[in-house]
């Protein structure tokens, strides 16, 4: 079974600065998608970026980027000159590219619940 | 378009009561998901639905029941609530199972069981 770790359970950024938080995989899979969400205190989830495991190309969108290490299973998320309104947990997902078993479901990790600082 | 929207938002129920959640999505979506989340976990599947009329069983499906009569609702059922229960369920829905079909999820069910 997929598991999906997220060691850090809180981070603290300075307002403009960058953090990064880790993530952490373990499948036997070659073929799979991973995902960051975002869980602002209104409790919606929100999908912030999402990576192909065939691509190479760590994904972008904004200032959110991933660093992405398939060898050693490891989905990082980086926020560039972070907001007041980044403040929220985010959670590191994995879904299988196998639609045989529960289809298009997520695994999620623990989260990390990140402050941003004034 | 409202999205995925979820009632109650709220609910206090005592142990061995029964209620029903409802999730409904606008979009034509054809799968649907109902999650559960307890404090320091991210979200754990219970059920899923991949169309109007199936259902099948996610990571944590005791004690819950579901239903899909149409395809824009998917019900969440709890015949006899146990404080193991409080939690705070989501719903999601996507267009399709890949990977590049995004969930869309709903704003969330805080149900306490005392």
């Known amino acids: 079974a997929q598991t999906v770790t997220q060691s850090q359970p809180e981070m603290s950024v300075q307002e403009a600065e960058t953090v990064t938080l880790s993530c952490t995989y373990d499948t036997s899979e070659s073929d799979y998608y991973l995902f960051w969400y975002k869980q602002p205190p209104s409790r919606q989830m929100i999908l912030v970026i999402r990576q192909e495991a065939y691509k190479q190309q760590n994904a972008t969108e904004n200032r959110f980027s991933v660093n992405f290490q398939k060898a050693a299973k490891s989905f990082s998320l980086k926020i560039s000159d972070s907001q007041l309104g980044d403040a929220a947990m985010y959670f590191c997902?994995?879904?299988?590219?196998?639609?045989?078993?529960?289809?298009?479901?997520?695994?999620f990790g623990k989260g990390t619940k990140l402050s941003v600082k004034p | 378009n409202a999205g995925v929207t979820q009632t109650p938002k709220f609910r206090v129920l005592k142990t061995g009561q029964s209620m029903t959640l409802l999730c409904a999505q606008d979009m034509n979506h054809e799968y649907m998901y109902w999650y559960r989340q307890d404090p320091g976990m991210g979200l754990r599947l219970i059920h899923y639905?991949?169309?109007?009329?199936?259902?099948a069983k996610g990571e944590v499906p005791d004690g819950y029941n579901v239903s899909r009569l149409k395809k824009q609702n998917f019900l969440l059922g709890l015949e006899s609530a146990a404080p193991s229960q409080t939690s705070v369920y989501f719903c999601?829905?996507?267009?399709?199972?890949?990977?590049?079909?995004?969930?869309?999820f709903g704003p969330g069910t805080r149900l306490t069981v005392t």
């Open positions: 639905s991949v169309g109007e009329g199936t259902t």
């Open positions: 997902a994995y879904r299988s590219a196998w639609d045989g078993g529960s289809q298009g479901n997520l695994i």
């Open positions: 999601a829905s996507s267009l399709k199972g890949g990977w590049s079909y995004e969930q869309y």
